[in-house]
């Protein structure tokens, strides 16, 4: 597998092409970003234990029947994706109400949501990523009914998988943002599952264990990533 050219940067993730046009690798940065990417800090390990974070939960997700991008590890902060036209929606479900679902209806942060919800965000930093709806999704063209329709039953199938995984390992796993992409013709989750786009709570103590920490400056960032892998089953070396 021949790395080629730099894609694109992200804010935590560069992509780069190969010699296989099917084929790009995700690498992934220590670079740490929150605020649509106002506070920025390297956090050291951080590709690495996020890589292998991803990798763990793609291929439990995979072994699920989920269909996904991520096709294999190619290092510590590498690892081989399947090329997607990214839909630039995040689907996001939630177990228990934290962050923008509390600012926005006031419901008390920790309340268990029952039935899980589901909401559609519009990728876009300018804008700090806003709450849209299908409606307006095809309407603007950023999917077709049936690709959300598909991203939706796909989003809780993993809710429903990976609540199992986190339970049994003493973690609640609060909420998550997926990101789908269409690979010919085909779509498939993409992009990262890792405690960057995910809110993971002790289940004892309900400890954040995840990116709020960063938000919040809370210290032991990555500290705190590595107890979640490791009580999952993730290995790290
Ligand atoms: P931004 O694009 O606003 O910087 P981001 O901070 O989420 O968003 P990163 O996570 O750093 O970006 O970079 C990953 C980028 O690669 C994202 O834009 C994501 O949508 C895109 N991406 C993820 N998986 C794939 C894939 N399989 N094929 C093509 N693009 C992908």
């Not at 690498?27 to 991803?54: C, I, P, W, Y």
């Not at 510590?76 to 228990?96: A, G, H, T, W, Y």
């Not at 796909?154 to 909420?175: C, H, P, Q, W």
Request: proline fraction near 3%; charged fraction near 30%.
């Amino acid at each position: 597998m021949e790395k080629r050219d730099e894609l694109y940067a992200g804010k935590a993730k560069s992509i780069f092409a190969t010699d296989d046009p099917d084929l790009l690798i995700m690498h992934f940065r220590d670079d740490t970003s929150a605020f649509d990417g106002e506070k920025l800090e390297q956090l050291e390990r951080k590709g690495l234990v996020n890589n292998k974070f991803n990798a763990f939960i793609m291929s439990r997700l995979r072994d699920a029947g989920v269909p996904v991008h991520f096709e294999r590890l190619l290092g510590d902060q590498e690892s081989l994706v399947k090329r997607l036209d990214m839909i630039p929606v995040e689907c996001v479900v939630r177990n228990f109400a934290a962050g923008g679902l509390v600012r926005r209806l006031g419901v008390e942060e920790g309340r268990e949501l029952s039935p899980a919800t589901y909401e559609l965000f519009l990728k876009n930093d300018a804008l700090h990523d806003p709450l849209i709806n299908e409606s307006v999704s095809i309407t603007l063209g950023y999917a077709t009914e049936q690709q959300l329709e598909e991203a939706k039953a796909l989003s809780f199938k993993v809710n429903e998988v990976l609540t199992a995984i986190f339970r049994d390992a003493g973690i609640l796993l609060v909420d998550y943002k997926l990101e789908f992409g269409v690979h010919n013709g085909q779509l498939m989750l993409g992009d990262e599952f890792s405690p960057d786009g995910a809110r993971l709570w002790d289940a004892e103590t309900r400890e954040k264990l995840d990116k709020d920490r960063f938000r919040k400056g809370l210290g032991g960032v990555i500290e705190a990533y590595e107890e979640v892998g490791r009580r999952i089953g993730v290995t790290f070396d």
